[in-house]
């Protein structure tokens, strides 16, 4: 009896504990999508692919947190966009922080494409999921097309087959 107590304690608690955590991010997701004026779709879906709603998650080139931010792109944001200090080390994993860098990179990628927008080869969203997956050097590199990875087509599809789906 008490092994089966603990079980469907340990289940409330647990079950809980996931649901408090699901409605902190959609939370956080709106809030920071109504500060900067950005679909929350979109941002669902980058979040859904990139992390599977995971704020722990880290690549293997040590992209973390829920948008699986690069150290270098983490940087770059806070520095030139936000003009923040906020240490990858400390706060890559921080969820507000870095749904908040990841966001802001994903406009700064909409402003960049702007910029070409003469050149574009593809749709504005499909070359923005493209900065964001190989970046838009790689973007640039394959005249404003997608780029020839496997791997970002594969994420381009699997993000407009989310946002589609909404």
Request: charged share 25%.
């Amino acid at each position: 009896k008490r092994i089966l107590l603990f079980i469907i304690i340990f289940g409330c608690v647990f079950v809980s504990s996931a649901q408090i955590k699901a409605d902190e991010v959609d939370e956080i997701i709106s809030e920071v999508c109504r500060q900067y004026d950005i679909d929350k779709r979109l941002v669902y879906c980058v979040i859904e692919t990139e992390s599977s709603f995971d704020p722990a998650a880290r690549s293997n080139c040590d992209a973390r947190g829920l948008m699986q931010i690069t150290p270098e792109t983490w940087q770059r944001v806070c520095d030139d966009l936000l003009g923040v200090c906020w240490d990858f080390e400390d706060f890559g994993f921080d969820m507000r922080k870095n749904i908040e860098v990841g966001v802001r990179y994903l406009l700064w990628i909409e402003g960049y494409l702007k910029l070409h927008k003469n050149e574009l080869q593809t749709t504005h969203l499909e070359l923005v999921l493209a900065c964001y997956n190989a970046g838009p050097g790689n973007v640039k590199k394959a005249n404003f097309q997608v780029p020839p990875f496997s791997e970002t087509q594969n994420y381009i599809a699997k993000v407009l087959s989310d946002f589609d789906a909404d």
